[in-house]
Structures are given as C-alpha cells and as structure tokens.
C-alpha cells in the first residue's frame, strides 16, 4: 500500500527519449543562482513506453480541451511557443 506518495507542484518537465522509452523529469524552477541562470530542481522521475507516451500525450490534449471548453481558453504568450518550437494552435 502506498500511503506516502509524494505531492509537489511541477513548473518544468524535461524529456530523455531514446528508441526504448521516455523519460520524463519533472521539477521546480528555482531562483537564479550564479551566472544568473535559473536552475531547476528534479523532484521526480517517470519512465514510460513509447506506447504510453503516445497515449499520454493524447490524453493530455484531450483534458486540456475539455478543461478550455468548461473554463475558458488558456492564453499564453506567442513568444512562448515559439521559444519552445512549437505552432500556437492545435
């Protein structure tokens, strides 16, 4: 039984991805420190298939979907997605 899971709030996730699996570290941006660069603190790790990725990844775009329809659209910066490679619409 596993009643100790721990609970932490997530800012930054980065992916490992190789032909076997993901891996997915998720943290907490901290302040910045030397060279004025903000660190970030790994908290968790999860590996996952392929397989569960592709899911995941569907899952995600489908609960955000619905979290959008019920309270409204999530703006965010363009700058942002373009920082990060990616288009501003799904």
């Known amino acids: 039984m596993m009643d100790s899971i721990p609970e932490f709030y997530c800012d930054s996730v980065a992916f490992e991805v190789n032909a076997y699996g993901f891996t997915l570290n998720l943290g907490k941006t901290q302040p910045a420190g030397e060279g004025g660069q ?16 592709k899911v995941l ?28 490679g990616l288009p501003a619409e799904w």
Do not use: D, W
């Open 38 to 53: 903000p660190a970030t603190h790994v908290y968790a790790r999860a590996h996952i298939s392929p397989q569960h990725a």
């Open 57 to 84: 990844a569907r899952l995600f775009v489908m609960n955000v979907k619905r979290y959008e329809e019920q309270f409204g659209s999530i703006e965010l910066p363009n700058a942002l997605y373009q920082s990060l």
